[in-house]
């Protein structure tokens, strides 16, 4: 994919790239708390995003802030990922934005141009893979949240603490295809 950014933006597209950005820092969790706080008022102004959880059907899943990540008191489970990542699902530009592998951005001189690249590998690794997931930390290990579609059918496999998370999704994507 190729975005190619104008020296003068016009006000749609503006508003496009903050919310490919915003969804981008949000899915890869390294939003700041400043952007954080941006990203509660785009999504329904959501002030509490353990109860959007519990909203959602997430029972074992507690957030103390929207990006997810290594903030104290935050944990789910593989079966709250998972539901999660259906949920997404339902949002193409989602659907888009988790299945792109790379994007080059091109910019007005200083800067030129950017590449960004999907550190998911299963996407260049499995015919179907479509996205969704990597992430890292010390209490949960290698993790990966997995899609591919075969035959029309959409799976969702969640790894967890592994030292090989790609070849687990693999082998759990296999298994329920073969279903």
Known sequence: MIVTVPSVLSPEQVAHCREVMSRAAWVDGRATSGYQSSIV????QITDTSAEARELGLRDTHYTSPSGIRDR???STPWDLAALTRYAFRNPRFNQLVRTKEIHVRWVAPTNSKIYVNNNFLLRLYTGANGVKTGYTDESGW???ASATKHGRR??????DSPNMYADARRLLNLGFSH
């Open 155 to 160: 799976l969702i496999a969640v790894i967890l």
């Open 73 to 75: 008191g935050n944990y």
């Open 41 to 44: 008022k785009k999504n329904r």
């Open 143 to 145: 993790c990966l949240v």
